[in-house]
């Protein structure tokens, strides 16, 4: 299996407090060393790094946990191989484009038989069921809206509907963003939290790191960051039911609901 | 105007030398300090770095000039902007994916008025003429040969066609690979290298570095460099004639033919 980073914020904020920890699992303190990767979305264009070598020995890692890229949307995958081989057009996030805007996804589980039947639109450049699902999901989003980006809410309906239909092939955790909206769904594990004042400390469970918030941030900031496993110890994640898909956006979240027959936690959206 | 950098070899071959030329001239010892970008490939996959910071003043290509990856076709390009802000979603080298492939961009020149009728399979994240003429480049690909790789004549005929098309607008010099392929268009300028056995000292024009490849290679590799301006002053570089196109695949010329009316200073091919 693999592990999912994600953050979506309201201001430009820098991920190297969240990363050096995710990258001490790539590796390191843990089985995921099958290469990682992550996307940062600037505007609308994005900045995005893959290595098919394990993250807590990459030179490349090593760059983006010193040099703080500001982005309000981050998607980052550390990799167990399950399906495909080890290179790296096999190496998550991948990206393609819609309605003018570039799209990131990431998937942390298993697909068994998942084999989409594909219009051309949008074809898998590697051979994982990950990408199968990303291009997949690509296609049926622009068969529904054709060319025309949806309103917020078409767009919540539609993924959350494609989600029950690929996670009926197997476990399904993915993110899935555009710069502005982050979704993420949980089929088994995903965890979150939502950073606002008053900021604290937080403390990293996989490396000796420690950050005051309140330093570096002003009042306003809201910070959502999403992780299949809490990334801090001192510090209350949110524990995401397994069937329900996410949505944040500016760094809260706008939009929830279940995706399969089941209890939801918190007050679930309308169309839920 | 802007300064392009391709490399297509038989070999995976790092770019660390040529690259430390071509990156001393955006922003040290030239006026191309408005973004730069890199794309390589490595089997199908991509490794693209982008930076809407000048070349010369780049982390990231620190890194990239240091960290030896090896490649068999790699794109790069220093930005000097005419047209779109500077930011990174007008950061070329740009990417799509069609037909399984990653396909990779970079362009300098300047289309006036060059405004393409699109019908959204590929649409600009954008606003320059750049990533517009890409987009309708792979559109009427797709176009012409539905879901099907066409064979590589087919190929290079239709991008040539779209070469006139395009390039009726304005200068038109562009980089375009798959990974295998590597199609370089000179609109003005263009030059290109095949470096094989024997091989010789090679000395940076912009940088005092030397090399020796004889130290480095293999006697059966070959390795095809374009580049705007030479990068070197102690080699042989060939001139690309204004209106011709040229395929490299496996560090050689396969296919060139004319996109203007006018002489052609070697061979021309079949279809030219």
Redesign the interface.
């Known amino acids: 299996m693999c592990e999912l980073l994600g953050m979506n914020c309201n201001v430009p904020t820098d991920i190297c407090f969240s990363f050096t920890g995710f990258q001490a699992r790539g590796g390191l303190v843990d089985e995921h060393q099958d290469g990682w990767g992550i996307a940062f979305f ?11 070598n394990a993250s807590a020995h990459s ?2 890692a090593e ?1 983006v946990k010193n ?1 703080p890229i500001r982005s309000k949307n981050v998607i980052s995958h550390i990799r167990k191989a399950t399906q495909g081989d080890i ?5 998550h996030p991948f ?3 819609l ?4 799209w990131i996804f990431a998937h942390n589980g298993n697909l068994i038989n998942f084999k989409p039947e594909f ?8 051979n994982t069921d990950s990408e199968s699902a990303f291009c997949f999901l690509l296609q049926e989003l ?1 068969k529904k809206f ?2 025309t980006f949806p309103s917020r809410s078409e767009l919540f309906i539609e993924v959350k509907s494609l989600s029950i239909q690929i996670g009926a092939f197997g476990e399904f955790n993915f993110l899935f963003a555009n710069g502005d909206l982050l979704f993420s769904h949980c089929s088994t594990h995903l965890t979150y939290i939502v950073r606002k004042a008053p900021f604290t400390q937080a403390r990293l469970k996989d490396k000796d790191v420690e950050i005051d918030f309140s330093e570096l941030t002003n009042h306003t900031d809201r910070v959502a960051v999403i992780a299949t496993i809490p990334l801090t110890n001192n510090e209350k994640w949110e524990t995401m039911d397994p069937g329900t898909l996410w949505l944040f956006q500016e760094g809260e979240v706008v939009e929830h609901g279940l995706t399969i027959a089941g209890p939801l936690t918190q007050n679930p959206s309308p169309e839920s």
Do not use: A, C, H
């Open positions: 600037e505007g609308k264009g994005v900045r995005q790094f893959l290595d098919s030179p490349i760059l040099y290179k790296l057009e096999n190496t990206m393609r484009e309605w003018g805007y570039y219009d051309g639109s949008y074809l898998p450049v590697g622009r054709g060319t």
